[in-house]
């Protein structure tokens, strides 16, 4: 019997072993992308503001990959972006790497001992401001796990070495905008006698310095200890203790940081035009409600066919597609460990394809013939941020996180120096009660021990044949998929390069209030706009909010950025 030398055996074992892990898809460590193809002439960055813009730069040249880029930029924000940069927040990130697409859901969740009447008085009336502001309203934080987690699949550069330019921010100071002050002083006086939040922010001048110590020696602790030692360490016991501080006292104990966990989803992918738009799922309703905007779009063409972009006609008709997706997307959404979602059904060619042809050409479609119902559920606040970013392998985060509010909660966790959230009003405070948007609140969103909130996040990316074409995000609340709908539009359908659609004027329509067309500080509509959509049997009403689109286009192989005009951010080629 014929048997095979030792040495062929070897050899024939390591040839199959190859073979599988040619079949098999897998992290490149270095962060390099599966194929040479998707090589790009440079990295990328859009950012919120130029400190979070230099750490991904700084990181990218560095040799870290789009994930280290991510978390560089993410703790960052976090010492120069208070307002919505945060360690005591959460959020979502959709991320291509190596040529396949992930979803990661960093969300905050109530504490368990979150119940659905917390913030009811005797009568069972919502109580001014209990959801807003101090410890009650803290969510438990997700930022920090999200970031490790992000970090611990892709990251190629040392977990220290992505928080070094943070850091380094907090300990040497940053620059204070103009900006930053006037979204200080407007949020400041809900906190004033109820936080701590002044005796942290009061000192910042426009124009000078500002150093956070406590939060230097935090983001010490966590750059050696990990996101262990926030959920577990000595900063989870300053977290702690800071619940029993104020006039109200938290919920948040050790175990509900100590069983927070980031969780990996499947990302909502939908085909659109030649793209493939990659983006969040439940428990965000932006996603899908994205993907509807976009797809009965283009059912509809015949009826946008020779509309001129952002004329009476055309927002008509787009209000007419919103109020449709405004009418589905909280009926059936929300946290999916708790909710059934159905996402298939709701992105359905013939579901689409009927939703679209019930549209009214000629005026807004009366509020009783929009089924299933009204909104439910989405408290998002427009007061949140988000970073594009891309890396010379062609790697993609789209990374979109918050405090909810402009910073969180007001409170400071004392000898930590960050901010905590107020992501518990992003739940139903009670069913049938309007939100400060006017969107009626339902069961489905209502508070339960462990839950996460609904939200509009809408990190996305889109792609072409396997490779990045878009990288794009914004905060805005219940605006954020309407305003990305809007630029994905400009830039698809209408031919705009990618900063002229930036700075298009927007516009919002969410079913209620019942035909009232929103606009924006940055572009309010002038008379004639105002006199065509009256015509057409709409109001127009203004809102104090201007987006903040941060995306990243890829024409070719070379990456273009670009920062929305409305803030201060700042976009970066990076060779």
């Known amino acids: 019997m014929n048997r095979l030398r030792p040495t062929c055996r070897v050899v024939r074992a390591l040839l199959a072993l190859l073979a599988l892990l040619a079949l098999t898809p897998c992290a490149v460590p270095n962060g390099a992308a599966a194929s040479s193809a998707a090589t790009l002439s440079a990295g990328a960055v859009a950012s919120p503001d130029r400190y979070g813009a230099l750490a991904a730069r700084e990181v990218l040249r560095a040799g870290g990959n789009a994930v280290d880029a991510a978390v560089a930029t993410g703790f960052a924000l976090a010492v120069t972006y208070p307002e919505a940069g945060n360690l005591g927040g959460g959020g979502f990130m959709t991320l291509y790497v190596n040529g396949h697409a992930y979803f990661l859901d960093y969300r905050e969740t109530a504490p368990a001992k979150a119940g659905a009447a917390m913030y009811l008085d005797a009568r069972g009336e919502p109580i001014a401001n209990l959801s807003l502001v101090g410890n009650l309203s803290v969510g438990v934080p997700g930022t920090v796990r999200g970031m490790a987690e992000a970090h611990r699949r892709f990251g190629s550069l040392s977990w220290a070495r992505d928080l070094a330019p943070a850091i380094r921010y907090a300990h040497r100071g940053f620059l204070v905008t103009a900006q930053l002050i006037g979204i200080r002083d407007d949020s400041r006086a809900p906190f004033e006698g109820v936080t701590n939040f002044d005796r942290s922010f009061a000192a910042m001048q426009a124009g000078k310095l500002f150093r956070q ?53 499947e990302p909502v992918r939908e085909r659109w035009n030649s793209y493939e738009v990659i983006t969040a799922p439940p428990p965000s309703s932006g996603g899908i409600a994205l993907l509807q905007l976009l797809r009965m779009k283009q059912d509809a063409a015949p009826l946008f066919r020779g509309v001129v972009l952002n004329s009476p006609q055309y927002m008509h008709l787009t209000a007419e597609i919103e109020k449709r997706v405004f009418a589905d997307r909280a009926e059936y959404l929300g946290d999916p460990d708790f909710v059934k979602v159905p996402v298939g059904e709701l992105l359905s060619d013939e579901y689409l394809a009927r939703r679209a042809a019930e549209i009214d050409a000629s005026k807004p479609s009366p509020l009783a013939a929009i089924q299933p119902g009204l909104e439910r559920g989405d408290r998002d606040k427009p007061q949140t941020t988000h970073y594009s970013i891309v890396d010379r ?183």
Not at 547 to 559: C, L, T, V, Y
């Open 213 to 265: 110590p406590a939060l230097a020696r935090t983001l010490e602790r966590i750059a050696k200890g990990g996101d262990q030692e926030f959920y577990e360490g000595p900063t989870a016991d300053l977290l702690i203790a800071q619940m029993a501080h104020g006039p109200t006292a938290g919920l948040i104990t050790r175990e509900d940081l100590a069983r927070y966990r980031a969780v990996w989803r």
């Open 393 to 575: 392998w062609g790697n993609a985060v789209s990374n979109t996180y918050t405090l909810n509010g402009w910073f969180g909660a007001g409170v400071v966790v004392e000898g930590a120096g960050f901010l905590l959230n107020d992501e518990m009003d992003d739940f139903s405070v009670k069913p049938g009660v309007p939100n400060q948007y006017g969107v009626v609140g339902g069961d489905a969103n209502a508070i339960a021990p462990y839950k996460r909130p609904l939200s509009s996040m809408t990190p996305t990316i889109l792609t072409e044949n396997g490779r990045v074409a878009m990288v794009i995000g914004t905060p805005g609340g219940s605006r954020i998929f309407t305003s990305l709908f809007q630029v994905l539009a400009d830039v698809y359908d209408f031919g705009l390069a990618l900063q002229p659609a930036l700075a298009q004027l927007r516009f919002h329509h969410q079913l209620l209030p019942e035909s009232t067309m929103f606009s924006e500080p940055y572009a309010p509509f002038d008379s004639a706009l105002v006199d065509g959509l009256a015509q057409r049997g709409y109001r127009v009403e203004a809102q104090d909010f201007n987006g903040d689109i941060e995306a990243i286009q890829i024409i070719g192989n070379s990456p273009l950025a670009a920062a929305d005009p409305r803030a201060r951010g700042v976009a970066m080629i990076v060779r």
